[in-house]
């Protein structure tokens, strides 16, 4: 009878498990490490409202109680569109209950801004693809490890400066970036069920004739992209500040090597210092100390010298929310006097002391908001994408809707005035521009609804 018993339970206890194949790891609602942006009234907006801000307004025009074109978008209310953005970067960097990370002995320093909690592309991406690698004995749900690298859309200028023969001066070392990128639960939930970390299951998408993955839910998915730099421990390291394009600009892209100002980051314990020029404070960024040899590998290819007890600091950040179905766009970095100028406009007090220190600009669709010349919108981070050509000139969106799958080799196109292109330089400006040089091939691939991450083929 026990027996019985036993067999027909364990029966049971495969059948559901069986059932729930894939019961999602990384982003499990009973791990309670996460923090997501708290629900307020300024987030998440509903859609209706960011269009009336955008102008949109669906009233017939009173002379001819017809509904045109004209009548339909009128005055943009630009800052109610940028204080929703600064509003989200209070709710990420708001206080998590973790602490932040440091080596034993030193002193404690305050808690982690609720994105930290978020859940790694990576891990993400490799549950989707039912190979998760927990990378021994660092489990995902802890304290989140840094895991940092190179930005893959840079890739291509960082073969141009290596390759760069006489004449073009070598890179310094501390202008490189490294990036990573973290999904909220919504979005980590959705690409765990519907697999879109998974090559096969993309390709099965389109083999069932599907030219779209499932959408993420609306309104509260959201992603990031966190871009830092490096300063050693008890030494000082020079960080490129932008001031905006030059006046008189000489070209369409600027490495941060190429920046006409930079600063000296200094930290507690900095004793010599080599480099001269106005110091600022480690404190004023947000910073994470390295804290294992895994994190120190990471970024040895970037950094050279770095060593755990070393720090990186924030210096830049995009946020993506689907509260539209295209998202919205805004995007985050430092600076050293950041109460000045247009980027700096109503940011609001409740912010704490480091997260003061970043500038923001925010794209609502290709073209959104207008610029005052009713240009299409750029939309950049100086830190990301001033480096690649026309980056000054890009907007997200326009970037990111070439993002499907399978993914084209690269191949020349055509710019926003009709130029030809090399393949790798992917600028175009504004949505008719952007539809005008779409490449044929995307017409037949699957749409990843605007994410880079899920081009990616996770490792086994
Ligand atoms: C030239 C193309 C390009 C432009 C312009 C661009 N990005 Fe990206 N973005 C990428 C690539 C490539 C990735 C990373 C893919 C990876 O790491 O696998 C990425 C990653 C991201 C991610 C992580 C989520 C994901 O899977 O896409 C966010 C969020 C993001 N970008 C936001 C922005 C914002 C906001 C802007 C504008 C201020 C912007 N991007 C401009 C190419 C671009």
């Given amino acids: 009878m026990i027996r019985r018993y036993l067999s027909r339970s364990l029966l049971h206890a495969a059948i559901l498990f069986a059932a729930l194949p894939s019961v999602a790891q990384v982003c499990d609602s009973a791990k309670q490490d996460y923090e997501p942006v708290s ?3 300024d987030f998440p907006a509903p859609k209706d409202l960011l269009a009336k801000w955008l102008g949109f307004n669906p009233d017939p025009d009173p002379g001819t109680g017809e509904a045109s074109d004209y009548s339909k978008w ?15 970067w209070a709710g990420l960097t708001a206080d998590s209950k973790l602490p932040r990370p440091v080596d034993a002995g030193e002193p404690a320093a305050g808690l982690l801004p609720k994105w930290e909690t978020w ?78 970390g998974d090559p096969v299951a993309k390709d099965n998408m389109l083999r069932n004739g599907l030219r779209e993955i499932p959408a993420f839910p609306d309104r509260d998915s959201m992603a990031l992209k966190t871009v830092w730099m490096y300063v ?3 030494g000082c390291e020079i960080v490129p ?31 010599a210092c080599a480099a001269t020029g106005p110091a600022v404070d480690l404190n004023d960024f947000y910073w994470r100390e390295l804290l294992s040899q895994l994190e120190v590998a990471r970024i040895k290819d970037s950094f050279p010298s770095a060593r755990v007890g070393d720090y990186m600091i924030l210096v830049g950040m995009h946020v993506i929310t689907k509260e539209i179905p295209n998202w919205v766009w805004a995007t985050f970095w430092w600076h050293d006097h950041p109460d000045y100028g247009q980027f700096a406009d109503g940011r609001p007090s409740q912010l704490a002391a480091a997260w003061r220190h970043y500038l923001m600009d925010v794209a609502y669709d290709m073209d959104r908001p207008w610029q005052s010349t ?49 393949p790798g330089q992917i600028v175009v400006t504004g949505s008719e521009a952007s539809e005008a040089t779409y490449l044929p091939e995307f017409r037949k691939s699957l749409k990843l609804s605007f994410l880079w991450t899920l081009t990616r083929v996770p490792q086994k």
């Fill in 39 to 41: 629900p307020s009234a």
């Fill in 232 to 234: 050693p421990h008890d």
């Fill in 374 to 422: 009713a240009q299409p919108k750029a939309t950049f981070n100086p830190y990301l994408e001033a480096a690649f050509e026309g980056g000054t000139r890009s907007n997200c969106m326009t970037c990111h809707r070439r993002s499907v799958w399978p993914l084209p080799a690269a191949r020349e196109t055509l710019d926003s005035q009709g130029e030809l292109l090399q």
């Fill in 74 to 88: 009128q005055a943009m209310d630009i800052p109610r569109l940028r204080r929703h953005a600064w509003m989200l």
């Fill in 241 to 271: 500040v932008w001031d905006g394009i030059p006046n008189e600009p000489k070209a369409t892209h600027y490495q941060p090597a190429e920046w006409p100002r930079s600063i000296v980051v200094k930290t507690s314990s900095t004793r």
């Fill in 119 to 196: 859940y790694r592309a990576e891990d993400v991406l490799q549950e989707s693809a039912g190979h998760l690698n927990t990378e021994k004995g660092n489990p995902p749900t802890s304290v989140p490890q840094l895991l940092l690298a190179f930005p893959r859309e840079l890739v291509n200028l960082k073969f141009a400066s290596a390759r760069s023969g006489p004449g073009l001066a070598p890179r310094r070392d501390n202008t490189q970036v490294v990036a990573g990128v973290l999904y909220n639960r919504p979005t980590c939930e959705h690409v765990i069920a519907k697999r879109l």
